[in-house]
């Protein structure tokens, strides 16, 4: 786990403790320091590479022309030749 999310953690465990002192204590860089005070998570979650998004498409089968299986059309062809 990142430092910063071990950062944030603790954050939220300690709640009334001084944010400043857990940010001097934490080794994360200044930009992630820096956007953890001015709450800025867009910037945050760029610096850790966080990709919040998850998308998913369902796609219909495809049904058949005439609405018939392929082992219907095979049988219908049998009964056409023979």
């Known amino acids: 786990m ?3 999310v071990q950062l944030l953690e603790a954050m939220a465990q300690l709640a009334h403790a001084d944010i400043e002192q ?9 930009e992630q320091a820096k ?3 001015t709450k800025d998570i ?4 760029r610096q850790l590479d966080i990709c919040p998004d998850i998308v998913c498409i369902l796609v219909p089968a495809e049904d058949d022309e005439d609405g018939t299986s392929e ?3 095979e049988d219908k062809n049998k009964a056409i030749s023979a």
């Open 2 to 4: 990142s430092k910063a």
């Open 71 to 73: 082992e219907e059309q």
């Open 22 to 30: 857990l940010l001097a204590q934490a080794e994360i860089n200044a």
């Open 35 to 37: 956007a953890i005070r």
């Open 42 to 45: 867009i910037s945050l979650e």
